[in-house]
């Protein structure tokens, strides 16, 4: 017998039903004290006037208070005064700010001189769990790096958004960070993102016109320097 | 102009005033009113984006986005269905309910002679034939001395078009709902019925018309809100109400639906023919709330407004025959304010109740079926033949020592 079992013959009898008798046979099997609902409970009309009551008072204070601001009910402020209880955010015109580490539509980061950071070490289509990533790998020109890819291609409908791409890339070349999503499609080639518009994605949701990552990443202190 | 104002007192043209006037328009709007009402009472914000350009109205306008969605649908027909039947089944389940509404007295008697002037109750009560009061407008399509046993009558054959739907459709879980349609109907119908009984007891006549103007007591005003019947059959307006919610197949009694289980009798459905199903529903809730309203609120009447205008105190006198108010302090009005007050009064009752089987239908979870039969034959049933002889032994009583 594992110790599990042990452990549940002998619960304290404070948890749980109220143990009127214990067999003598099998301890498991027991008499227990059926809690049923009392008369007023049982009462359809008492429970009635009760959840109307409720119902009533959510109704009222929804339809004559004021619905919280887009930047309160983001902020999961509770209303105050004369403000009403809905959460709803109406999605087009109002937007739920997404957390700091929210993991949106890839991009692909420059050098100060504007070519592409990655170097095809083929890192990141290795580690892909969807296989969504196809790099072809060319020769640079630049004498200092050994390879760029010429082709660098993510299919958008097949990204889980697992995040692993970034991880594992060595020199800080694809990121995750536009806090944008990959775009409606009509035609599901339209959904691979090829490295023109990988490169031209914007990051922090728009708030950096460019990509361009500082050589040599931004220093030991770039969290506090954010 | 006589034959302006017979046309106007045809029960077609009334029927049709009150169908395309308050019915129709307020059942489509409550299509609405009901996603809009269920999302306040539960923190959401509802159906709120259906415009026209740049009218809104808080999605008031959704009822037309649905109509113009449904009618435009793919009219689909399964292959195995019993095409008439299948077909005749939504006509069924809303035609009873426009026709009953003809009971309904949605308004007073209008005098067009006297539309503008104060309206002389004493010589109305005493001289009825006289010119003034000629050519006389009934706002009720049709007023029958057995009128509210005509409704009852009628709704009954509503059943029909959920169980024929069932049936024809060829369907297990259809035939489920349809039969569970019935058995609900009629488990219902019965203490619907009876929880009516006191009332017709106590006032003495079973037409709606007489009940509005009468009251329950001839020593009091008709209009006055302590003379209607909520408060002198109290138990029976609890009682009625419930069974007549399940009448409508709603929540918490939407056991023919049954929507976890077997999505109900009109499963097969689809497109405007689903939709009359559903708009016969909603016709349905402006019935039943236009029933409570004349039998238990007064109909028409606004408090303390007699047909000559509001008066406070005063004491009923026999004229002719007839009980009128007289005396107490008056604020005499033209006759079509009165009417018009009337109506809106008549308007409003209605709505309000629409909105509380609303609220009902998004407060209480729905019942099993064998509680659902509990409910009706086991609790409602009793406590109604007992009202009714408790009402009727009070009657006696009170016709013995002349208090009403």
Same mark, same amino acid.
């Given at each position: 017998?594992?110790?599990?079992?042990?452990?549940?013959?002998?619960?304290?009898?404070?948890?749980?039903?109220?143990?009127?008798?214990?067999?003598?046979?099998?301890?498991?099997?027991?008499?227990?004290?059926?809690?049923?609902?009392?008369?007023?409970?049982?009462?359809?009309?008492?429970?009635?006037?009760?959840?109307?009551?409720?119902?009533?008072?959510?109704?009222?204070?929804?339809?004559?208070?004021?619905?919280?601001?887009?930047?309160?009910?983001?902020?999961?402020?509770?209303?105050?005064?004369?403000?009403?209880?809905?959460?709803?955010?109406?999605?087009?015109?109002?937007?739920?700010?997404?957390?700091?580490?929210?993991?949106?539509?890839?991009?692909?980061?420059?050098?100060?001189?504007?070519?592409?950071?990655?170097?095809?070490?083929?890192?990141?289509?290795?580690?892909?769990?969807?296989?969504?990533?196809?790099?072809?790998?060319?020769?640079?020109?630049?004498?200092?790096?050994?390879?760029?890819?010429?082709?660098?291609?993510?299919?958008?409908?097949?990204?889980?958004?697992?995040?692993?791409?970034?991880?594992?890339?060595?020199?800080?070349?694809?990121?995750?960070?536009?806090?944008?999503?990959?775009?409606?499609?009509?035609?599901?080639?339209?959904?691979?993102?090829?490295?023109?518009?990988?490169?031209?994605?914007?990051?922090?949701?728009?708030?950096?016109?460019?990509?361009?990552?500082?050589?040599?990443?931004?220093?030991?202190?770039?969290?506090?320097?954010? | 102009?006589?034959?302006? @104002?017979?046309? *106007?007192?045809?029960? %077609?043209?009334?029927? /049709?005033?009150?169908?395309? #006037?308050?019915?129709?328009?307020? =059942? &489509?709007?409550?299509?609405?009113?009901?996603?809009?009402?269920?999302?306040?009472?539960?923190?959401?914000?509802?159906?709120?984006?259906?415009?026209?350009?740049?009218?809104?109205?808080?999605?008031?306008?959704?009822?037309?986005?649905?109509?113009?969605?449904?009618?435009?649908?793919?009219?689909?027909?399964?292959?195995?269905?019993?095409?008439?039947?299948?077909?005749?089944?939504?006509?069924?389940?809303?035609?009873?309910?426009?026709?009953?509404?003809?009971?309904?007295?949605?308004?007073?008697?209008?005098?067009?002679?006297?539309?503008?002037?104060?309206?002389?109750?004493?010589?109305?009560?005493?001289?009825?034939?006289?010119?003034?009061?000629?050519?006389?407008?009934?706002?009720?399509?049709?007023?029958?001395? @057995?009128?509210? *046993?005509?409704?009852? %009558?009628?709704?009954? /054959?509503?059943?029909?078009? #959920?169980?024929?739907?069932?049936? =024809? &459709?060829?369907?297990?879980?259809?035939?489920?709902?349809?039969?569970?349609?019935?058995?609900?109907?009629?488990?219902?119908?019965?203490?619907?019925?009876?929880?009516?009984?006191?009332?017709?007891?106590?006032?003495?006549?079973?037409?709606?018309?007489?009940?509005?103007?009468?009251?329950?007591?001839?020593?009091?005003?008709?209009?006055?809100?302590?003379?209607?019947?909520?408060?002198?059959?109290?138990?029976?307006?609890?009682?009625?109400?419930?069974?007549?919610?399940?009448?409508?197949?709603?929540?918490?009694?939407?056991?023919?639906?049954?929507?976890?289980?077997?999505?109900?009798?009109?499963?097969?459905?689809?497109?405007?023919?689903?939709?009359?199903?559903?708009?016969?529903?909603?016709?349905?809730?402006?019935?039943?709330?236009?029933?409570?309203?004349?039998?238990?609120?007064?109909?028409?009447?606004?408090?303390?407004?007699?047909?000559?205008?509001?008066?406070?105190?005063?004491?009923?006198?026999?004229?002719?025959?007839?009980?009128?108010?007289?005396?107490?302090?008056?604020?005499?009005?033209?006759?079509?304010?009165?009417?018009?007050?009337?109506?809106?009064?008549?308007?409003?009752?209605?709505?309000?109740?629409?909105?509380?089987?609303?609220?009902?239908?998004?407060?209480?979870?729905?019942?099993?079926?064998?509680?659902?039969?509990?409910?009706?034959?086991?609790?409602?049933?009793?406590?109604?033949?007992?009202?009714?002889?408790?009402?009727?032994?009070?009657?006696?009583?009170?016709?013995?020592?002349?208090?009403?």
């Amino acid at each position: 017998m594992g110790s599990s079992h042990a452990h549940d013959d002998h619960a304290p009898a404070t948890a749980g039903p109220k143990v009127l008798a214990v067999s003598t046979v099998s301890p498991k099997v027991r008499t227990i004290a059926v809690v049923r609902p009392s008369d007023a409970e049982a009462n359809y009309l008492g429970a009635t006037k009760t959840g109307l009551g409720i119902t009533l008072k959510h109704f009222a204070k929804n339809l004559f208070g004021r619905r919280r601001t887009v930047a309160q009910l983001n902020a999961g402020a509770a209303p105050v005064g004369l403000q009403n209880d809905i959460e709803t955010i109406q999605y087009p015109e109002e937007k739920v700010v997404y957390p700091e580490r929210f993991r949106g539509l890839h991009r692909l980061m420059q050098r100060d001189d504007g070519q592409v950071r990655c170097v095809a070490c083929m890192c990141c289509p290795t580690v892909c769990p969807a296989n969504c990533i196809t790099i072809i790998p060319e020769q640079s020109d630049d004498k200092g790096i050994e390879k760029r890819p010429a082709v660098f291609e993510i299919d958008e409908l097949r990204c889980v958004v697992c995040g692993l791409c970034v991880e594992a890339c060595p020199c800080d070349a694809i990121r995750m960070d536009s806090g944008v999503h990959a775009k409606p499609v009509e035609e599901r080639g339209h959904a691979v993102m090829t490295k023109a518009k990988l490169l031209a994605v914007s990051g922090d949701n728009g708030k950096s016109p460019t990509s361009i990552a500082v050589q040599g990443g931004a220093g030991a202190d770039w969290r506090t320097k954010a | 102009m006589s034959i302006l @104002y017979a046309i *106007l007192d045809n029960p %077609a043209t009334k029927w /049709l005033l009150v169908v395309m #006037g308050l019915v129709m328009p307020l =059942a &489509s709007l409550l299509t609405w009113a009901e996603r809009r009402q269920s999302a306040m009472m539960q923190d959401r914000l509802g159906p709120n984006r259906a415009n026209i350009g740049p009218i809104k109205l808080k999605g008031i306008i959704h009822f037309v986005a649905d109509a113009v969605k449904m009618i435009s649908k793919e009219d689909f027909i399964p292959g195995s269905v019993h095409r008439g039947l299948f077909a005749l089944a939504p006509i069924l389940a809303i035609a009873p309910v426009l026709i009953a509404f003809a009971i309904i007295p949605f308004g007073p008697t209008i005098f067009p002679h006297s539309y503008t002037a104060n309206l002389d109750v004493v010589a109305l009560a005493s001289d009825p034939t006289n010119h003034s009061f000629a050519d006389s407008i009934r706002l009720q399509v049709a007023s029958f001395d @057995y009128g509210l *046993l005509f409704y009852f %009558a009628v709704l009954t /054959l509503a059943n029909y078009g #959920g169980t024929i739907a069932g049936w =024809a &459709s060829y369907n297990k879980w259809a035939l489920l709902g349809g039969l569970r349609s019935s058995s609900q109907m009629m488990s219902y119908e019965v203490a619907m019925g009876l929880s009516l009984m006191g009332c017709f007891i106590l006032v003495g006549s079973l037409e709606p018309g007489f009940m509005v103007t009468a009251g329950a007591s001839s020593k009091l005003s008709a209009s006055n809100p302590l003379n209607w019947l909520w408060l002198w059959q109290f138990p029976a307006l609890l009682l009625f109400m419930t069974a007549a919610i399940a009448e409508t197949k709603r929540a918490p009694f939407d056991i023919p639906e049954g929507e976890p289980e077997i999505i109900g009798y009109f499963v097969e459905y689809s497109g405007m023919r689903w939709g009359i199903f559903f708009l016969a529903e909603f016709i349905e809730i402006v019935f039943i709330s236009a029933i409570i309203t004349t039998v238990f609120f007064g109909g028409w009447q606004v408090p303390f407004l007699d047909a000559d205008g509001f008066r406070i105190g005063g004491h009923m006198v026999d004229v002719a025959g007839q009980q009128v108010h007289l005396g107490g302090w008056l604020l005499k009005l033209p006759h079509f304010a009165v009417t018009a007050l009337q109506l809106a009064a008549f308007g409003l009752k209605v709505v309000l109740l629409c909105w509380f089987q609303l609220m009902i239908r998004w407060t209480l979870p729905r019942f099993r079926a064998d509680q659902l039969m509990n409910l009706g034959w086991k609790v409602l049933l009793p406590a109604a033949l007992g009202w009714t002889m408790l009402t009727a032994l009070f009657k006696l009583v009170a016709m013995n020592y002349g208090w009403m």
